[in-house]
């Protein structure tokens, strides 16, 4: 079996790469951060092959509820659903210990199917990167930033934080606060406009040659229309002050909210250009299938995902170690 075998192959190359230390500690915080979701999904699939032992409508029926309850999204169960019995059919498939492995193959088609599988962050070609970073409230946007400013840091890049959510109590010293733990630049302002503020800070990043920029927003969604003039007029003062900037415009989206996430992806995408996702608190929930589901849902790459409350706790995306953090137990 094609993809299965190759799956094997991935646990075994992941496990070499366990030998280097920053693989090894990336590949722990996939272990950890998934394993609400191993728990949940990995163990019902396995009780449900020991349930039924062949393949019946019962153990479909089983099955796709299995999926939707890990959030994988009904549409792309329906189609997940369509192309199991498919290959049952045509591989005349009766063994369910047999379908799962059919079934872990196929959740990985539905990822890597789709077109680019890019999750690099886009810089700019020379000078300042700017990266403007969106979401409706509390999903965990600052952060992110701080996630990401540690993670640049340790890349030896200059990193500045701008505070454009002038308008909550104490975000302009949230992200002051993780500024300074993360030895980044910082620019903000209580009770002024978003977009001035930005031309501020991003005129005193130029001067200082910053590297990269991350530029943090308020999240209250109060209407579409007053979200989306607000953006336009925040990517304008961007674009006049940093050329083809923002290089990315992050939407960050809280795992534990399952279905309603996707329709913030879809809202958000509307308004602005979403060039990337970030989902966070993967940790925190047992339906990690959300990674699936917003991939082919929204059609936006999932960049980065959140597996905790630190500063360490971000992953740049990457398929295989999902993948590897979901089904390793079951591939063993
Ligand atoms: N477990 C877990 N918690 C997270 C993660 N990311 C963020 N959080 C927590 O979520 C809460 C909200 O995070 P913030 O970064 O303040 O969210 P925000 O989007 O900036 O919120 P507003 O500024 O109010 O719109 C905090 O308690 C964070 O510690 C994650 O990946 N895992
Ligand atoms: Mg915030």
Excluded: C
């Excluded at 701008?162 to 630049?185: E, H, N």
């Amino acid at each position: 079996m094609g993809l299965f075998d190759k799956l094997k192959k991935l646990v075994t190359k992941k496990e070499k790469e366990i030998e280097n230390k920053e693989i090894e500690e990336s590949l722990e915080t996939y272990d950890k951060g998934l394993k609400k979701t191993r728990d949940e999904f990995v163990s019902k699939l396995s009780l449900l092959g020991i349930k039924y032992t062949k393949v019946s409508e019962e153990y479909f029926e089983e099955l796709e509820n299995l999926l939707i309850m890990a959030d994988i999204g009904v549409n792309t169960v329906f189609k997940f659903m369509e192309e199991i019995r498919e290959r049952v059919k045509k591989e005349n498939i009766v063994d369910t210990k047999y379908l799962q492995e059919v079934i872990v193959d196929e959740l990985f088609i539905i990822y890597v199917n789709n077109e680019s599988l890019s999750d690099k962050i886009a810089m700019a070609d020379e000078g300042t990167t700017v990266i403007l970073m969106v979401g409706v409230n509390g999903v965990g946007k600052t952060t992110t930033i701080a996630k990401l400013a540690y993670k640049y840091r340790q890349e030896g890049k200059k990193v500045m934080m701008i505070a454009a959510d002038t308008f909550r109590a104490g975000a302009v010293a949230q992200l002051k606060d993780w500024a300074m733990k993360t030895d980044s630049l910082f620019f903000g302002k209580e009770n002024t406009d978003p977009s001035g503020v930005i031309f501020d800070g991003l005129e005193m990043a130029k001067k200082e040659d910053v590297d990269i920029v991350f530029i943090d927003t308020a999240g209250r969604l109060q209407n579409k229309v007053n979200l989306m003039k607000e953006l336009e007029k925040m990517n304008k003062v961007i674009g006049r002050i940093v050329p083809n900037a923002p290089h990315e415009t992050l939407l960050v989206i809280d795992a534990t909210t399952g279905q309603n996430g996707i329709v913030q992806a879809e809202s958000f995408k509307e308004i602005t250009n979403i060039t990337g996702i970030v989902l966070t608190k993967l940790d925190g929930t047992a339906k990690g299938g959300i990674v699936l589901a917003i991939k082919e849902s929204v059609g936006i790459p999932v960049k980065f995902i959140g597996l905790g409350e630190k500063m360490t706790d971000l992953q740049v995306f990457d398929i295989e170690s999902y993948i590897y953090g979901l089904f390793k137990d079951m591939i063993e």
